[in-house]
């Protein structure tokens, strides 16, 4: 057997309690093999079963629905019988615009096995083909970020939604990612269209200022501090900097320092104020923007709506990466250090042949690389996983 | 809670009050379709879903005393699940939510927080404003346009939504839609009701066989567009591809908003306001369909007619006749 297989047989033996579905005889579940075969629409009785299979197939990724089904096994989605489905936000570093993200970007040519670093070039130097792989690594950085996000869409979502603790499955893909479930009853059964509107509240896009500083007639009317949502963060946040402004610290639009005082008086009180200005109301709804630009939850919108959806099994292993796809409570997420944390494969040592660059990376603690293309390095199994996962070198 | 006003059931027969109403007077589906107290109940029932169908609105019948009230309530449904047909369904849905907002946006705030626990929405009433629950107000509202009913813009706390008694009562109105449209058993009916659906399906086909002969005839219609006409038409869940297709190309061959969003009528997940603000959008901004290209990758192309665009199967077909 492929040794990585086997690293991951290993681990689904001696870590199969970690596994875990809730409701799993209700799940679909889907694995892919280190051959590349997709098996879907399985259905699992109980967990001791699921463990069992991902110990027998050791499979390259493992995934369950955010569908509750009277059939999961059934092989079309309107056969499924579709009883509730989680909600699902998903967040991908790869859509956060970050440039740690690019971290040891490297590339390697299908046809003849050249490789360099940096973004692929439109043609292989050495052989012109045009059939170039563009390989990604991981960075602390660029998962920091990442964190960061799923951090703020958990307070969005205890503050708004009023949900937390349990209510909640929040975990780490096992490579970019982040994904988080609510799993309260009470959100089962919402439509796309709702799930769709869930997903442009957190992260921001159906917010409208002009709503939010709304004008009627020579009436300008502010949202107020103890608000909740969109309109909360907002007052607080522009509260706060009228009151900085006072002593000179920030600059204020001259439109809005000029009444300063009524502004405080709408924010804290809901008192409106009379003819404002054109500029005001315009530096007004500039200035909401910007505050929800600053803090709205870049998640991926596609994935809300979609009941259909997979994602992995809590504890399962990524197949990209080797990483655990763990599940975290809200408070373990704080401190999460993915690269150490969701290491779960051996350090047994295997030997490396590396195809392409490899950057210099840190696992649990210990620092590996660079590596030119071409050499051979025995390394622990988690670090040698991430290598070979990454399509970066091979076993010899 | 407060002693409620048992006439309450006469404009509100959906409710607790009109089911136990219904059990105290052992109503059965004989005495809707014999009891000649009922007579009444029975010709504003037929005038309420001939409205529906007609896209009226039918308001002779707002003081009935209770009893007649939950008849006539109770043989609208009756008869409209007894038809059975999805796009009467969302008429009768639409007919019947438009007619409890005109009721219900005059009740104070008490009332419409009881008509929402009735409704499956947990309203806590709070000054001349009312806190909703989450999850009911995205039922509701998720088919409304306009931002100022996006949950961005709105003070949203722990899972409650805090909305104005007007606004209350147009979620409401939303959430009795919803209510009306879950399936419901196809009963069997005695001749007197039978009679009504009888009538109600002649004009229902009437008003279907309108909305067709005010396109163009099925011959000039490129495949294509056919086959998604018969689609909206079966109430086959469609891509969102798929509907702007339609939408673009019927509105460019002169069809009016109204007859395409009747033509959407039927859809499972079909949402009046959603689909009206959709189609009107694609109207305002005179989009094109798609060519065929694009038709092509979509997987939306069925037979290469030779043409580059579906708006230039029709003309080419007249040009050479
Ligand atoms: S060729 Fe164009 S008009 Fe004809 S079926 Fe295909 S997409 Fe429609
Ligand atoms: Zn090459």
Redesign the pocket.
Same mark, same amino acid.
């Given at each position: 057997m492929n040794p990585l297989r086997a690293a991951f047989r290993e681990y689904y033996a001696l870590r199969s309690r970690s596994i875990f579905v809730p409701r799993i005889d209700l799940r679909e579940i889907m694995v892919v093999t280190f051959d590349g075969t997709v098996i879907r629409h399985v259905s699992v009785k109980n967990l001791e079963s699921l463990r069992a299979m991902l110990a027998r197939e050791a499979p390259r990724h493992a995934y369950y629905s955010v569908g509750l089904y009277e059939r999961p096994a059934a092989k079309f989605m309107a056969e499924k019988g579709l009883k509730g489905a989680e909600v699902l936000f998903d967040i991908d570093a790869d859509h956060l615009g970050v440039d740690e993200c690019d971290y040891g970007l490297a590339w390697r040519c299908k046809s003849c096995g050249e490789s360099g670093d940096g973004v692929p070039p439109d043609a292989c130097p050495k052989c012109g083909s045009r059939d170039l792989e563009r390989l990604d690594w991981l960075s602390e950085g660029c998962l920091e970020a990442a964190k960061r996000e799923a951090i703020r869409l958990l307070e969005i979502l205890e503050s708004d939604l009023g949900v937390s603790g349990d209510e909640l499955m929040v975990y780490y893909t096992g490579h970019r990612g982040y994904h988080v479930r609510i799993l309260s009853e009470r959100f089962l059964g919402l439509g796309k269209e709702e799930r769709r509107e869930l997903a442009s509240h957190v992260s921001g896009l159906s917010f409208d200022p002009e709503e939010v500083f709304y004008v009627k007639g020579s009436v300008l009317t502010t949202p107020r501090v103890d608000e909740g949502g969109w309109r909360g963060r907002i007052a607080k946040e522009m509260l706060q900097l009228l009151e900085e402004s006072g002593g000179g610290k920030t600059a204020l639009p001259s439109s809005v320092a000029k009444r300063r005082g009524e502004l405080v008086r709408a924010l804290k009180e809901g008192v409106p104020l009379i003819n404002p200005t054109r500029a005001l109301v315009r530096d007004l709804r500039r200035m909401a923007e910007e505050i929800v630009q600053a803090r709205r939850v870049r998640i991926d919108e596609m994935v809300t709506p979609d009941t259909s959806r997979l994602t992995r099994i809590p504890n399962s292993l990524h197949g990209k990466t080797g990483l655990r796809a763990m599940a975290l409570s809200p408070d373990e997420l704080r401190d999460f250090q993915p690269l150490g944390d969701a290491v779960g494969l051996s350090n047994d040592q295997i030997r490396v042949f590396t195809t392409a660059p490899v950057p210099r990376f840190r696992v649990k603690g210990e620092y590996f690389g660079p590596y030119e293309p071409g050499v051979g390095v025995d390394l622990p199994m988690f670090a040698a996983a991430l290598i070979l996962l990454k399509g970066r070198g091979v076993i010899p | 809670m407060e002693e409620l006003d048992p006439a309450l059931a006469s404009r509100y027969p959906f409710t607790s009050l009109g089911e136990r109403l219904i059990e105290s007077e052992g109503l059965t589906e004989e005495d809707l379709a014999y009891d000649p107290l009922l007579e009444q109940s029975r010709r504003h029932a037929r005038g309420r879903l001939l409205s529906a169908v007609s896209g009226g609105l039918y308001l002779d019948d707002l003081y009935l005393p209770p009893l007649d009230a939950v008849a006539t309530y109770l043989i609208v449904r009756l008869v409209s699940s007894w038809i059975g047909d999805p796009f009467l369904n969302r008429l009768v849905a639409e007919h019947e939510s438009k007619r409890f907002h005109r009721l219900a946006r005059d009740e104070p705030i008490h009332i419409l927080a009881w008509l929402g626990g009735e409704l499956g929405a947990a309203i806590r009433p709070d000054g001349e404003r009312a806190w909703i629950d989450i999850s009911s107000y995205l039922r509701a509202a998720a088919g409304l346009g306009g931002p100022k009913w996006r949950l961005a813009n709105r003070d949203v706390r722990s899972g409650q939504v805090l909305v104005g008694r007007r606004e209350l009562a147009r979620l409401l109105q939303e959430l009795l839609r919803a209510h009306l449209l879950e399936p419901t058993p196809c009963p069997s009916l005695s001749p007197p009701l039978r009679a009504i659906g009888t009538e109600v399906i002649r004009r229902l086909e009437e008003r279907k066989a309108s909305i067709q002969s005010s396109g163009p005839s099925r011959q000039t219609l !490129? !495949? $294509? %567009?056919e086959k998604l006409v018969e689609k909206a038409e079966r109430g086959e869940n469609m891509s969102h591809q798929e509907r702007f297709t339609l939408a673009a190309y019927l509105l460019k061959v002169g069809w009016s908003v109204d007859r395409v969003v009747d033509l959407f009528r039927s859809a499972p997940d079909f949402k009046e306001r959603v689909a009206r603000y959709q189609v009107s959008h694609i109207a305002k901004r005179g989009y094109n369909p798609p060519n $065929?290209e694009t038709?092509?990758s979509w997987g %939306? $192309?069925?037979?290469? $007619?030779?043409?580059k665009? !579906?708006l230039s199967?029709g003309r080419r077909g007249r040009r050479r006749r």
């Amino acid at each position: 057997m492929n040794p990585l297989r086997a690293a991951f047989r290993e681990y689904y033996a001696l870590r199969s309690r970690s596994i875990f579905v809730p409701r799993i005889d209700l799940r679909e579940i889907m694995v892919v093999t280190f051959d590349g075969t997709v098996i879907r629409h399985v259905s699992v009785k109980n967990l001791e079963s699921l463990r069992a299979m991902l110990a027998r197939e050791a499979p390259r990724h493992a995934y369950y629905s955010v569908g509750l089904y009277e059939r999961p096994a059934a092989k079309f989605m309107a056969e499924k019988g579709l009883k509730g489905a989680e909600v699902l936000f998903d967040i991908d570093a790869d859509h956060l615009g970050v440039d740690e993200c690019d971290y040891g970007l490297a590339w390697r040519c299908k046809s003849c096995g050249e490789s360099g670093d940096g973004v692929p070039p439109d043609a292989c130097p050495k052989c012109g083909s045009r059939d170039l792989e563009r390989l990604d690594w991981l960075s602390e950085g660029c998962l920091e970020a990442a964190k960061r996000e799923a951090i703020r869409l958990l307070e969005i979502l205890e503050s708004d939604l009023g949900v937390s603790g349990d209510e909640l499955m929040v975990y780490y893909t096992g490579h970019r990612g982040y994904h988080v479930r609510i799993l309260s009853e009470r959100f089962l059964g919402l439509g796309k269209e709702e799930r769709r509107e869930l997903a442009s509240h957190v992260s921001g896009l159906s917010f409208d200022p002009e709503e939010v500083f709304y004008v009627k007639g020579s009436v300008l009317t502010t949202p107020r501090v103890d608000e909740g949502g969109w309109r909360g963060r907002i007052a607080k946040e522009m509260l706060q900097l009228l009151e900085e402004s006072g002593g000179g610290k920030t600059a204020l639009p001259s439109s809005v320092a000029k009444r300063r005082g009524e502004l405080v008086r709408a924010l804290k009180e809901g008192v409106p104020l009379i003819n404002p200005t054109r500029a005001l109301v315009r530096d007004l709804r500039r200035m909401a923007e910007e505050i929800v630009q600053a803090r709205r939850v870049r998640i991926d919108e596609m994935v809300t709506p979609d009941t259909s959806r997979l994602t992995r099994i809590p504890n399962s292993l990524h197949g990209k990466t080797g990483l655990r796809a763990m599940a975290l409570s809200p408070d373990e997420l704080r401190d999460f250090q993915p690269l150490g944390d969701a290491v779960g494969l051996s350090n047994d040592q295997i030997r490396v042949f590396t195809t392409a660059p490899v950057p210099r990376f840190r696992v649990k603690g210990e620092y590996f690389g660079p590596y030119e293309p071409g050499v051979g390095v025995d390394l622990p199994m988690f670090a040698a996983a991430l290598i070979l996962l990454k399509g970066r070198g091979v076993i010899p | 809670m407060e002693e409620l006003d048992p006439a309450l059931a006469s404009r509100y027969p959906f409710t607790s009050l009109g089911e136990r109403l219904i059990e105290s007077e052992g109503l059965t589906e004989e005495d809707l379709a014999y009891d000649p107290l009922l007579e009444q109940s029975r010709r504003h029932a037929r005038g309420r879903l001939l409205s529906a169908v007609s896209g009226g609105l039918y308001l002779d019948d707002l003081y009935l005393p209770p009893l007649d009230a939950v008849a006539t309530y109770l043989i609208v449904r009756l008869v409209s699940s007894w038809i059975g047909d999805p796009f009467l369904n969302r008429l009768v849905a639409e007919h019947e939510s438009k007619r409890f907002h005109r009721l219900a946006r005059d009740e104070p705030i008490h009332i419409l927080a009881w008509l929402g626990g009735e409704l499956g929405a947990a309203i806590r009433p709070d000054g001349e404003r009312a806190w909703i629950d989450i999850s009911s107000y995205l039922r509701a509202a998720a088919g409304l346009g306009g931002p100022k009913w996006r949950l961005a813009n709105r003070d949203v706390r722990s899972g409650q939504v805090l909305v104005g008694r007007r606004e209350l009562a147009r979620l409401l109105q939303e959430l009795l839609r919803a209510h009306l449209l879950e399936p419901t058993p196809c009963p069997s009916l005695s001749p007197p009701l039978r009679a009504i659906g009888t009538e109600v399906i002649r004009r229902l086909e009437e008003r279907k066989a309108s909305i067709q002969s005010s396109g163009p005839s099925r011959q000039t219609l !490129p !495949p $294509c %567009i056919e086959k998604l006409v018969e689609k909206a038409e079966r109430g086959e869940n469609m891509s969102h591809q798929e509907r702007f297709t339609l939408a673009a190309y019927l509105l460019k061959v002169g069809w009016s908003v109204d007859r395409v969003v009747d033509l959407f009528r039927s859809a499972p997940d079909f949402k009046e306001r959603v689909a009206r603000y959709q189609v009107s959008h694609i109207a305002k901004r005179g989009y094109n369909p798609p060519n $065929c290209e694009t038709l092509r990758s979509w997987g %939306i $192309c069925v037979e290469d $007619c030779g043409v580059k665009s !579906p708006l230039s199967y029709g003309r080419r077909g007249r040009r050479r006749r």
